[in-house]
């Protein structure tokens, strides 16, 4: 817990009476005590948070009866009685999460403490299905459950990643092209046929949260997610919390200039990033190099596609070598601009496109470095961490997790 974060706590208790709202919120911070400083005496939680030991005792004491905490052996004592330790109980509780694309659904379960219990994966058509969809998928997410063998009571929600532009406040997709969903409410709709809290969010967006709560962005207040594949997606964690702007549309990196007046874009501009280094842009470049005619619906580059070219550029293709080595200088032009404009500590590649290695990411590195800002590239952590389908669903789950683990007042992840 941040400073702001207890000063937030001592103000509340001695605020106006609204026992139930602060009871919450201490509830909420010991969990998020908990599961960050884990296993932890309750003397310890009692000098982080500022609370008394006796508010500890009994909240800690529900939280056990709920079988949401787990004691666990015994603090390094100096001297006396050892201490005995709460940690969380990884399955006292579950999270759904459901990654939807246009034509499938991912879906994983994870555990308290983010792991995968439970997943699959199946064709599902989703695109155009909007208000629709909200049936289809109660019925899907009740069936999950049912194949998934975990008791219907333990789950605390669902989390649904999308790609588009999401208001994951109100729960409502506002413009999901992919999926031709137009303002279309998620959240209370299927919160109320499925009796349990829907978050929604973008899936870059989802996958940043995960990072933070449970992956490498956990040490860090100012990280971003680079997602590659489809698309080039960004998710940005700022002062602790996603940076979402004023739509909640913010990190359409993929849609920033690169070349002006080049490629045209899936979104209709010209010079697009994506247009150059998402898969079907890569693939584009070795078409045009190759003279071959680019064919009509090609914005979505089936995936044995990418993987044979980058089969011929490890092979020494020159074509396939420079498709990739542009994708990487401009990715890399980018991703300086982003450095320079922020500050990260952290970037985090992710997403299948990540798992092209060298051939993509040393050209990147060189046009990083070239563009970098004195020391800001120095001092900053870059992480290559190839990701398959599941991660999305992972995000999406954390949504959920996230909601469990934050205390109402606090605000950030
Ligand atoms: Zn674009």
């Known amino acids: 817990m941040n400073e702001e974060s207890r000063k937030t706590l001592m103000k509340s208790k001695n605020g106006p009476a609204n026992r139930q709202l602060i009871r919450d919120i201490n509830q909420n911070s010991l969990l998020n005590l908990i599961k960050t400083e884990g296993p932890v005496a309750r003397t310890r939680l009692a000098e982080l948070s500022g609370l008394s030991l006796a508010t500890i005792s009994y909240i800690t004491g529900d939280l056990l009866e709920r079988?949401?905490?787990?004691e666990?052996?015994?603090a390094e004592s100096t001297g006396g009685r050892k201490p005995v330790l709460l940690e969380i109980r990884p399955e006292g509780g579950f999270a759904i999460g459901l990654k939807l694309t246009e034509y499938e659904i991912i879906a994983v379960i994870l555990n308290l403490n983010g792991e995968i219990v439970y997943s699959e994966r199946y064709s599902f058509e989703l695109r155009d299905h909007g208000k629709q969809a909200i049936f289809l998928l109660a019925e899907q997410v009740q069936a999950l459950i049912g194949r998934?063998?975990?008791?219907?009571?333990k789950m605390i929600g669902l989390g649904l990643g999308m790609p588009g532009l999401i208001n994951s406040e109100k729960g409502i997709c506002i413009d999901s092209p992919i999926l031709g969903w137009y303002d279309v409410a998620i959240s209370e709709p299927l919160g109320d046929l499925l009796n349990m809290p829907v978050y929604v969010d973008n899936d870059v967006n989802s996958l940043a949260i995960y990072e933070k709560l449970f992956g490498q962005g956990q040490p860090f207040d100012h990280f971003l997610t680079i997602t590659m594949g489809r698309g080039v997606g960004l998710g940005l964690v700022i002062n602790g919390d996603v940076y979402r702007g004023g739509l909640g549309g913010a990190g359409e990196f993929g849609h920033t200039t690169v070349i002006i007046d080049g490629r045209q874009c899936e979104c209709g501009n010209l010079g697009c990033l994506e247009a150059y280094a998402s898969d079907w842009g890569i693939l584009h470049t070795a078409q045009e190099m190759r003279g071959e005619e680019i064919p009509a619906n090609s914005l979505q580059a089936p995936e044995h596609e990418i993987l044979r070219l980058l089969d011929q550029a490890r092979a020494g293709d020159i074509v396939a070598l420079e498709a990739f080595r542009l994708a990487g200088k401009l990715l890399g032009?980018?991703?300086?601009?982003l450095v320079n404009l922020l500050n990260p500590q952290l970037v985090l590649l992710s997403g299948s496109g990540a798992g092209a290695g060298s051939i993509l990411f040393d050209?990147?590195?060189?046009?990083?470095?070239?563009h970098t800002f004195a020391r800001l590239g120095q001092e900053m952590r870059l992480a290559i961490e190839?990701?398959?389908?599941?991660?999305?669903?992972r995000g999406a789950a954390s949504l959920v997790l996230r909601q469990f683990f934050l205390s109402p007042v606090n605000g950030g992840i």
């Open 386 to 393: 190839p990701a398959g389908d599941e991660s999305w669903a």
């Open 363 to 370: 050209p990147m590195h060189q046009a990083l470095e070239a």
């Open 333 to 337: 032009v980018s991703l300086a601009n």
């Open 67 to 70: 079988n949401l905490l787990l």
């Open 148 to 153: 998934s063998g975990l008791a219907r009571a």
């Open 72 to 74: 666990s052996g015994a």
